[in-house]
């Protein structure tokens, strides 16, 4: 979703009913018992001299029809239970994968340490708009909380749904240590690598507090290394993710209890990440849909501050 980046969503595989079917009863008529040909000594498939398979042709004349019918019923069970069983899974192929189990305290907030990521993760490299920004040596200056947080664009934020998003707090926390600001050991490492020297983050909610931004802005070497690093975060290498900022108050703390989408983007040697979720415990994948609003809204107020940045930096 990464502004100014279209949103291309993943494209799901069509879903389809699975092969198969039954097959007809041969008709025709029946030897009698005993006689010739006749092989139905049991209603059961493999009985005495029965072959495998299911018994062809109706019983004896005079006999019960109560094995033929619990046996054509216990096997269309079967048949329909299997159906059921393909077509959900399926089905259930597109959908995204949930968050991990997270722990929660007594207040429903995740433990201390918990590793968090989001059910939706959309990563965007730069491009020539912020080619200023290519390399820290040609934007030398420092980051800082008030740089990111502080002017009036990006200490509060209304979604096209008019709700308000606003900077909790002092504004923000800036951390010269980037490992502080991730979990993963690999995460950590590719920080490192990449010349990380500071990470600023703060969070953002709605008046309500059940709609919660977490951000966090990473200071890199250069472009190359911004990159890399949003395919280093993609949940999917399991490399790690963002730790949300805590000493939050009730319920922002609860953060990552619920259905959230991530979106980053790199800057020339910059990276954005902006995570939007839920405190509630809403964790309904089509929760998403109403997630996209805020998404935009804190994605956009995050990076108000880097149109004054590559403006500098010309």
């Not at 926390?173 to 980037?178: A, G, H, I, Q, S």
């Not at 991730?182 to 690598?193: F, I, K, Q, Y």
Request: glycine share 14%.
């Amino acid at each position: 979703m990464s502004y100014p980046y279209p949103h291309d969503p993943s494209q799901q595989p069509p879903a389809g009913p699975p092969p198969g079917g039954w097959g007809g009863v041969p008709q025709g008529p029946v030897p009698p018992p005993g006689g010739p040909g006749w092989q139905h000594r049991q209603m059961m498939p493999g009985g005495p001299g029965m072959p495998p398979g299911p018994p062809y042709g109706p019983p004896p004349s005079g006999g019960s029809n109560t094995g033929l019918i619990i046996g054509l019923v216990a096997g269309g069970a079967f048949m329909i239970v299997v159906v059921l069983a393909v077509v959900l899974v399926a089905v259930r192929g597109g959908d995204p994968e949930p968050s991990p189990t997270v722990r929660t305290s007594t207040s429903g907030a995740p433990v201390a340490g918990a590793e968090l990521k989001p059910n939706e993760y959309d990563g965007d490299p730069s491009w020539s708009l912020w080619d200023p920004l290519n390399d820290r040596s040609n934007d030398s200056a420092p980051l800082s909380a008030e740089e990111v947080f502080g002017s009036r664009d990006s200490s509060s934020v209304e979604d096209s749904r008019k709700n308000l998003y606003t900077v909790l707090g002092n504004g923000g926390r800036l951390d010269t240590d980037c490992a502080q600001a991730v979990w993963g050991e690999a995460l950590r490492s590719a920080l490192r690598s990449h010349g990380c020297t500071q990470a600023v983050r703060g969070v953002y909610t709605d008046s309500s507090r059940r709609v919660v931004g977490h951000v966090a802005v990473f200071n890199l070497r250069d472009v190359t290394s911004a990159d890399q690093f949003i395919k280093d975060l993609d949940p999917a290498t399991g490399k790690g993710f963002l730790v949300p900022l805590s000493g939050q108050p009730s319920p922002v703390e609860r953060f990552g209890t619920g259905y959230s989408g991530a979106d980053a983007g790199a800057y020339g040697h910059l990276v954005v990440v902006s995570w939007v979720g839920y405190t509630d415990g809403t964790n309904d994948s089509s929760s998403s849909l109403d997630a996209i609003a805020p998404r935009s809204a804190v994605e956009r107020a995050a990076k108000n501050f880097l149109f004054s940045r590559v403006t500098r930096a010309r």
